[in-house]
């Protein structure tokens, strides 16, 4: 699975939000999160967990001096609770990104998804592991990092990342996100990538 270009750094944002506190921000300004990771087990059993205790995020963009910041490719990570050495998150890492639309998930395609769930509430014990989807599609719905055109390397940029993904393991372990993100991220330039949009 590609990773993020190497010339992108990777910048750690601890967004310590909930959806109630998302819905009290009120401006385009602040940094918000709002998530959902779901968990359904092939015994039927199922858990829950808002990813938004810790968000740790990070993109490339392509500048251009007549459009606006185009999102080349992202990686960012839910945890399921705030208190550390517990396992309970989730990363989605996602290449080859132009606009909203569908992206497929697993080996040798542009979205990759993994998720530690040992520590996760609710989740039975004969689950407990760490998961890689082998299969899956990841829709973004909005996926923005502002109107003005412009060179924004190095300055931290307001960055949206709206969607949901449905991914499911070997093993049959599926979990269904949903997510909202408005985060700073410092500017990295990126060429312009193939677009891998799901066919």
């Known amino acids: ?70 999102i080349r490719s992202f990686k960012f990570q839910l945890t399921g609770l705030d208190e550390p050495g517990f396992e309970c998150w989730l990363i989605i890492t996602s290449t080859g990104i132009c606009g909203p639309g569908f ?30 989807a082998h299969d899956g599609i990841l829709l973004l719905e909005t996926v923005s990092a502002g109107d003005t055109p412009g060179n924004f390397t190095g300055e931290r940029i307001m960055t949206r990342l709206q969607g949901s993904i449905e991914a499911t393991a070997v093993s049959g372990v599926q979990a269904n996100v949903s997510f909202d993100l408005a985060v700073r991220i410092r500017g990295e330039d990126a060429e312009e990538t193939e677009c891998d949009r799901a066919e």
């Open 1 to 70: 699975m590609p990773l993020l270009r190497a010339q992108c750094v990777l910048l750690c944002l601890f967004l310590s939000c909930s959806s109630d506190k998302a819905e009290d921000t009120g401006t385009e300004d602040q940094q918000y999160c709002e998530s959902s990771v779901d968990l359904q087990f092939p015994d039927g059993s199922w858990a829950t967990f808002d990813g938004c205790n810790n968000v740790l995020a990070d993109a490339t963009f392509e500048f251009d001096p007549d459009d606006p910041p185009e």
């Open 103 to 132: 992206y497929d998930v697993g080996a040798n395609h542009s979205s990759d998804v993994r998720f530690e769930i040992q520590d996760c509430p609710f989740v039975p014990d004969d689950f407990e592991g760490a998961y890689t």
